[in-house]
């Protein structure tokens, strides 16, 4: 009976998380899925949805799976992929946590979001950056293939999650470090971007941080925003860039 499932697996090696659909289109209706569930060759996770029995299924993996199977767009970004990318100042304590991103109307189902994975989902739905995917790009993880943010859009999708108030100068710290960044695509991110707050604050640790990339950014096609903007509650006014950022951020040096 395992050589219907011997022979996909062969054809796709690095394969342990499969969907019924692409099951399927490989040559396994849902009878013969069923019966290699019952027979101890696949574990279901969901409906429609398998591991091979002995597997401990990984978040990255079934992420790879959804986007390469279903023709889905998940993006691991912010700091998952500023850490995948080996800026591995931000360590987060206890379970790593995954920062997933889909556009609002490819939302992920809710048994990725309830599973207890080997990592912390941080889900969000957003198209503060367009919906073309501008600085995502394909990278091999442990022999899958995931959709992530360039180091570019990463840093910008720090900036726009709900906590980045509480962080700001432990991203910083990142810029810093972030010396090779391309000067076009920064441009183009900033000039599709929605958020003024994460322009505003990617322009100025930018420009603070004194990176030669800054220098070659043109800004006549690059809405900052008039109105003031208040980061936090109370810190330190930036007559600048007319925001109120911490205390501490603006008076490191």
């Known amino acids: 009976m395992a050589t219907k499932i011997q022979k996909i697996m062969e054809s796709n090696p690095n394969t342990g998380f499969m969907f019924g659909d692409w099951l399927t289109r490989q040559g396994l209706d849902a009878k ?13 996770i969901s409906k429609g949805v398998y591991v091979l029995n002995g597997t401990a299924p990984k978040l990255l993996h079934a992420i790879s799976a959804y986007n390469n199977q279903l023709s889905k767009r998940c993006i691991v970004g912010a700091y998952t992929a500023l850490e995948l990318r080996g800026y591995s100042h931000y360590l987060s304590l206890g379970k790593p946590q995954a920062y997933l991103f889909t556009g609002r109307t490819n939302k992920l189902p809710s048994w990725i979001l309830s599973h207890d994975w ?19 790009e394909t990278m091999t993880f442990e022999g899958d293939i995931l959709l992530v943010s360039s180091p570019e859009r990463a840093f910008l999708e720090c900036l726009h999650l709900p906590e980045a108030a509480s962080s700001l100068l432990d991203l910083y710290y990142i810029m810093e470090s972030m010396t090779t960044l391309r000067p076009r695509l920064v441009q183009s991110l900033l000039e599709t971007c929605s958020s003024q707050k994460v322009k505003r604050l990617f322009v100025y640790m930018a420009e603070k941080a004194g990176h030669p990339w800054f220098k070659a950014l043109k800004f006549d096609n690059v809405q900052l925003g008039l109105a003031r903007y208040m980061v936090v509650p109370t810190g330190k006014y930036i007559a600048k860039y007319n925001m109120t950022i911490p205390k501490d951020l603006a008076e490191y040096e």
């Open 118 to 136: 080997d990592m912390t989902v941080k889900y969000m739905t957003t198209s503060f950056l367009g919906d073309d995917l501008l600085g995502v």
């Open 32 to 44: 013969g899925q069923h019966a290699y569930m019952k027979s101890g060759w696949l574990n279901r």
